[in-house]
């Protein structure tokens, strides 16, 4: 079976191709650059990114999966006719309508047999784009749509190029820009978050201190890059392990944001401006959110006798947590297996939701087009 993913939710243009759980191309095109100046991602010109990126990545992705097959004469009548009707899917992305309309008139309906796409959770108006996009594909190739939900996603990354065996159940801690989850599966499709943060996500709090401390967005890998090289700290700053303790599942990031300001605040400016300042601090936000992350997971998947543990999401690219993990797990459970995606898979990416596309399509879990709709608000049952 052949899966073509989008994922939108965000900041990442993402389109892959998969065959069952292996990947034929997985093309992101990154926002990055033009969000920076705002330290953060701005809704609406995310949308109008996502609009001009999105039929030149299917381009690409399809290419790589050399599945991009030009058209040998157009029949231009009928092309018509279906145009109009892609013109009304595509009402809110004008520019989007333009493009993809040049695409379809050009090159054959690929070789592909269902359509997976992100419904949510994310930012509305860029979950709609990938949305309309899929289903005026849907629609124009007459495909069926898998709906994905993004942290699901996350968790699925863990499956793509592989399908491990004994997995379940699991403890999946899922760390991205915008949550932070521990969700224990049962099997496939089964999940249950048992615990989540109550106010910043981790890759929001990376995000918010990189800020503060003048370091650029995204967060995560700049305070990660920063921490590498702290070596023994001249300075010593100690942050709280905000919740560590809490007899629950949850997390709170808000007050290590808040304490890395009030210290940063009350530091002398050429103390804060400096290099030493900022690499040690960057050290130390880094393994405050760290201990959290991996004393909840560690008591969550003890007391689920969970038989692997998975991470996911961005913050899961970071080095120190993924080793810190590692070993804590050896140490603490070393019957549970271990599981983490590829660094380049953990960030927004097409191949992750192909991959949950591909475990919920085994469950015939996909709908006609017109069926399909964006929820920013979704929660992972
Ligand atoms: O999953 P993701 O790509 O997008 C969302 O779904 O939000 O996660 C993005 C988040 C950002 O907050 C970013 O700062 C963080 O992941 N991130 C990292 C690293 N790479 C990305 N955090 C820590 N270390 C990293 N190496
Ligand atoms: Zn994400």
New binding site residues.
């Given amino acids: 079976m052949k899966i073509l993913a989008v994922e939108t939710?965000?900041d990442?243009t993402g389109i892959a191709i998969l065959d069952n759980l292996n990947i034929l191309s997985n093309v992101v095109a990154s926002q990055v650059k033009i969000h920076r100046k705002y330290g953060g991602v701005y809704p609406a010109l995310a949308k109008r990114e996502h609009q001009r990126n999105l039929v030149p990545v299917l381009g690409q992705s399809l290419s790589e999966a050399r599945l991009l097959k030009l058209k040998l004469k157009t029949k231009n009548s009928k092309v018509k006719v279906k145009s109009q009707k892609l013109k009304k899917i595509l009402e809110r992305e004008p520019e989007l309508y333009v493009r993809l309309e040049n695409f379809l008139t050009k090159y054959e309906k690929p070789d592909v047999d269902v359509i997976a796409v992100t419904v949510g959770p994310?930012l509305e108006p860029c979950l709609w784009v990938g949305v309309n996009f899929a289903r005026a594909l849907a629609y124009f190739w007459d495909l069926k749509i898998i709906p994905v939900d993004?942290m699901e996603g996350?968790i699925y990354a863990n499956f793509v190029g592989s399908n491990p065996k004994n997995v379940f159940p699991a403890m999946c801690l899922t760390v991205?820009?915008?949550?932070t989850q521990l969700v224990f599966m049962k099997g496939h499709g089964k999940f249950k978050i048992i615990g989540e943060t109550r106010d910043d996500?981790a890759?929001?709090c990376?995000?918010k201190t990189a800020r503060i401390l003048g370091l650029e967005y995204?967060?995560?890998?700049a305070?990660?890059a920063a921490a590498a090289l702290a070596g023994k700290p001249a300075i010593t700053i100690k942050l709280p392990r905000p919740m560590i303790n809490s007899k629950d599942y949850d997390f709170s990031f808000s007050g290590l944001k808040t304490a890395v300001l009030y210290d940063f605040q009350k530091r002398p400016g050429n103390v804060k401006k400096s290099k030493k300042y900022i690499r040690a601090m960057a050290a130390e936000i880094q393994q405050a959110a760290i201990d959290v992350l991996i004393k909840k997971t560690i008591k969550a998947a003890k007391n689920y006798k969970a038989k692997s543990v998975l991470l996911g999401?961005?913050?899961a690219?970071?080095?120190e947590?993924r080793m810190q993990l590692a070993r804590k797990i050896k140490k603490e459970i070393p019957n549970a297996k271990y599981h983490i995606p590829n660094a380049l898979l953990?960030?927004?990416n097409g191949a992750m939701i192909g991959a949950a596309g591909y475990f919920r399509s085994l469950q015939r879990k996909f709908a006609p087009w017109k069926k399909i709709e964006a929820n920013a608000n979704l929660r992972l049952e």
């Fill in positions: 939710s965000c990442e994310g993004h996350h991205s820009g915008g949550h996500a890759g929001e990376f995000d995204p967060g995560g890998p305070v990660a999401g961005g913050v690219a970071n080095k947590l953990c960030t927004d």
